[in-house]
C-alpha cells in the first residue's frame, strides 16, 4: 500500500489546498459587509416595468393606399414603417435600418413586398401600382412562392403582425 509522502510538491499543494477548504466550511467569515456597501440601485425599489407603455398597435385592415404613409417618411404614418407580404401587415419600425428611407428594403416600405420577396429583387417595377388591384402573384414560380413564404415566416417570427393587407375598395 503506497504512502502518503509530503516530500512531493504536488501531495503538499493538495494537502495545503483541502485544509485551506476544510477551514473555509468550518469557519466562515463571520461577518456581514457593512450595510453601507450593500447596492444603491434598488434603495427606491425595483419594478420590472418599463417607464412607458410601447404605443398600442391595434390589428387593422390596410389598403394599399392607407399603407402608403408607413414608409418611415410621412408623417402621417407617425415614423412607422410597414410593409405586406403575402396579405400580412407587418411592423417593421424596429428594422428601420433596413426598411427605412435609406435602408436596403426601403423601397418596399408602405407597400405590398410579396413578389419583390418573391423574385428577391428590390426593383421598382416589382411594386403594384396603389391604384390598382392587389397582386394575384399567379405567374410566380414554385420555388418563388416558397422564397416568400420563407420570408413570411421570417417576419413573423421577428415583427409584429398588425393587420391584413385587403383591396384598395374592400374598407
Not at 466550511?25 to 418599463?50: N, Q, V
Not at 408607413?70 to 419600425?93: C, H, M, N, S, W
Not at 392587389?134 to 414560380?141: P, R
Request: net charge negative; glycine share 8%.
Amino acid at each position: 500500500m503506497p504512502t502518503l509522502s509530503l516530500s512531493t510538491p504536488v501531495n503538499t499543494a493538495l494537502l495545503l489546498y483541502l485544509l485551506y477548504t476544510v477551514q473555509r466550511i468550518l469557519f466562515p467569515r463571520g461577518s456581514p459587509p457593512p450595510a453601507d456597501d450593500a447596492p444603491t440601485e434598488f434603495k427606491k425599489g425595483y419594478s420590472w416595468m418599463p417607464r412607458s407603455h410601447p404605443p398600442v398597435l391595434v390589428f387593422t385592415k390596410y389598403t394599399p393606399k392607407t399603407l402608403e404613409k408607413y414608409d418611415g417618411k410621412t408623417p402621417e404614418g407617425g415614423g412607422r414603417i410597414l410593409l405586406a407580404i403575402q396579405g400580412t401587415v407587418f411592423d417593421v419600425t424596429a428594422g428601420r435600418n433596413f426598411y427605412g428611407p435609406d435602408g436596403m428594403y426601403g423601397n418596399f416600405a408602405g407597400r405590398d413586398a410579396s413578389r419583390g420577396m418573391a423574385k428577391q429583387s428590390f426593383d421598382v417595377e416589382m411594386l403594384t401600382p396603389l391604384d390598382q388591384p392587389l397582386d394575384k402573384l399567379t405567374d410566380l414560380t414554385q420555388e418563388e412562392i416558397e422564397n416568400m413564404k420563407g420570408w413570411h415566416d421570417h417576419f413573423s417570427n421577428k415583427y409584429i403582425i398588425c393587420g391584413r393587407l385587403v383591396e384598395n375598395d374592400a374598407i
